[in-house]
């Protein structure tokens, strides 16, 4: 577990290095949904069970249901 402010700060590094490369959204989409080493990052809402971020981003975000398969 770890927090989501601590995610958030270490992502959004990862976010402006996947932007200056020209990567396309869905490289970045990619990118921030899963570790350094492929596997997937988890999000777990208070009292939810966890879900990968990137199946939690396609329910709640219209921009990535089009980008994600």
Known sequence: ???????????RRE????AVLGKS???MLDGIVR???GFSW???LPGKKPVKLLDWLK???AETRELAP
Request: glycine share 0%; aromatic share 12%.
């Open 15 to 18: 976010a402006a290095f996947l």
């Open 59 to 61: 329910e709640n975000h």
């Open 35 to 37: 570790t350094k080493l």
């Open 42 to 44: 988890y999000v777990q």
């Open 25 to 27: 959204k869905k490289q």
């Open 1 to 11: 577990m770890r927090p989501a402010a601590d995610w958030v700060r270490d992502e």
